[in-house]
């Protein structure tokens, strides 16, 4: 079991910026492979962003270059970095353990203007 809680999303202009954050709980957290995902109204939940207990890193192609995921061990948190935003990122973003079926909340991003 693991619990997670998302939250820093809003409405943010095109080319605006927002900083998301992910606090986990229930499980040690340094070992595991933590990801960003995100869902559009009508459109299929969409990995967005990989971050594995090493800290190596994957994207999206449609975020790569935008946005950054970066993790705090100590702190058992996770952090969704998204600048130059565009109308196409509106989404309710989730953040997940890999091999979980828990889900947060999640935290829904507007990017209009």
């Known amino acids: 079991q693991v619990q997670l809680v998302e939250s820093g999303g809003g409405l943010v202009q095109p080319g605006g910026s927002l900083r998301l954050s992910c606090a986990a709980s229930?499980?040690?957290?340094?070992?595991?492979?933590m990801e960003w995902y995100r869902q559009a109204p009508g459109k299929q939940r969409e990995l967005v962003a990989v971050?594995?207990?090493?800290?190596?890193?994957n994207y999206a192609n449609s975020v790569k270059g935008r946005f950054t995921i970066s993790r705090d061990n100590a702190e058992k948190l996770v952090y969704l970095q998204m600048n130059s935003l565009k109308p196409e990122d509106t989404a309710v973003y989730y953040c997940h353990r890999y091999s979980s079926t828990d889900w947060g909340q999640g935290t829904q991003v507007t990017v209009a203007s």
């Open positions: 971050i594995t207990g090493s800290g190596h890193t």
């Open positions: 229930g499980s040690i957290f340094s070992i595991y492979q």
